[in-house]
Nanobody, 122 residues
Framework: VQLQASGGGLVQAGGSLKLSCAAS????????MGWFRQAPGKEREFVAAIRWSSGTTHHADSIKGRFTISRDDGKTTVYLQMNSLKPEDTAVYYC????????????????WGQGTQVTVSS
């Protein structure tokens, strides 16, 4: 499985960005795909995830109402729409995939993309 993340950049507080994660290499019927982020000096944290077979989503409390994860079935691509961005959202954002039971647990993800930088200026 290969994951290619894109869409990061520099944006002012209150702005929006949309991240994409294109997956290839195998089918995703039993997979979960998620977004995690890591700020300098901090641990990688869960942002949002989607279970591919059912479309069930889960969002971290810190971004709920501002970020939305979605998928494009035909392209096996996952998106993260980020609105009302805050400086504290600044981090490297990683997409991940795996046969996960608990979508929020990064240890259960087998495959990781290269990360895309999101910087929010105040």
């Amino acid at each position: 499985v290969q994951l290619q993340a894109s869409g990061g950049g520099l944006v002012q507080a209150g702005g929006s960005l949309k991240l994409s994660c294109a997956a290839s290499g195998r089918t995703f019927g039993a997979y979960g795909m998620g977004w995690f982020r890591q700020a300098p000096g901090k641990e990688r944290e869960f942002v949002a995830a989607i279970r591919w077979s059912s479309g069930t989503t889960h969002h971290a409390d810190s971004i709920k109402g501002r970020f939305t994860i979605s998928r494009d079935d035909g392209k096996t691509t996952v998106y993260l729409q980020m609105n009302s961005l805050k400086p504290e959202d600044t981090a490297v954002y990683y997409c991940a995939a795996g046969s996960v039971r608990l979508l929020t647990d990064k240890r259960q993800y087998d495959y990781w993309g290269q990360g895309t930088q999101v910087t929010v200026s105040s």
